[in-house]
């Protein structure tokens, strides 16, 4: 299968679901990842345009670690709207590209608006990367609407999964992935005092908890007409 997972901000795919994705990809699937914003106002030191390069970066290295293709379409923080036309342009773009069978993004209840409207952008684009006459010369000329999956808000605040995956066996990879994203990792330790390595863990636990494993995401199929299959399509 192929397998498109499109998050917010450089760490937020990290966080949320890429124990999901690296299992997907031990099991020989292909995976892209895609930034819809570049994150650079997440720091109160680093200025944004060279935190920019450094969040891109970071998010590169995350990608390697679990053997995904990444992508960003490089908006500012906080300028984040599914009716930025531009936007939709280019992440149609991706999804023509990577051809996804399911796509994996944001909750469309989560806990700041840049979050909320990736999901409705991604809900926007799939659907118009799936009609040839749009942004005609495209190649390939569409590609099929996708089911979608929303992913776990940060701590799980507000979000009761329907569906989990048992990451007890990626774990591991999972952190090292998110350890990538040192810019933030630092600064939530030094200004917040959090250490999210160990956060994200924990989340990870209680989730399996819920399930019956060590370590789970949680997730929430999208119920739209056209975005149902009768097979899971989790791992």
Known sequence: M?????????DDLEINC??????????????????????????????PDELREIRLK?????????????????????YVTAEN?????????????????????????????????TFYATFRATF????PHY??????????ITPIYHMDTLTGVGFLPTEYVDITDVIDLKLEALACHK?????????????FLDMVRTCSKVRGY?????????????RHYLRMVPKRLLP
């Not at 099991?27 to 650079?40: K, P, R, S």
């Not at 995350?62 to 906080?78: E, P, Q, R, S």
């Not at 118009?128 to 009609?131: E, I, M, P, R």
């Not at 819920?210 to 999208?222: D, K, S």
Request: aromatic share 6%; hydrophobic share 40%.
């Open 183 to 195: 810019s933030q990792v630092e600064w939530m330790k030094e200004h917040d005092g959090i250490d």
């Open 128 to 131: 118009a990367a799936s009609c």
């Open 18 to 47: 890429y124990g999901t994705l690296a299992k997907y990809r031990k099991l020989g699937h292909d995976v892209a990842v895609c930034n819809i914003a570049n994150g650079n106002l997440g720091h109160v030191v680093i200025k």
């Open 85 to 117: 036309d531009d936007l939709i342009r280019k992440l149609a773009a991706v999804i023509r590209e990577v051809q996804p069978e399911v796509v994996i993004t944001h909750y469309e209840s989560d806990y700041m608006n840049d979050h909320i409207q």
């Open 58 to 78: 970071e998010a590169q290295e995350a990608a390697k670690v679990i053997g995904a293709t990444h992508y960003t379409i490089d908006i500012g923080d906080l």
């Open 135 to 144: 942004e005609m010369g495209a190649e390939p000329a569409s590609a099929p």
């Open 210 to 222: 819920q399930c019956g494993v060590e370590y789970a995401e949680g997730f929430r199929l999208c």
């Open 2 to 10: 192929r397998i498109l997972a499109v998050g917010c901000h450089p």
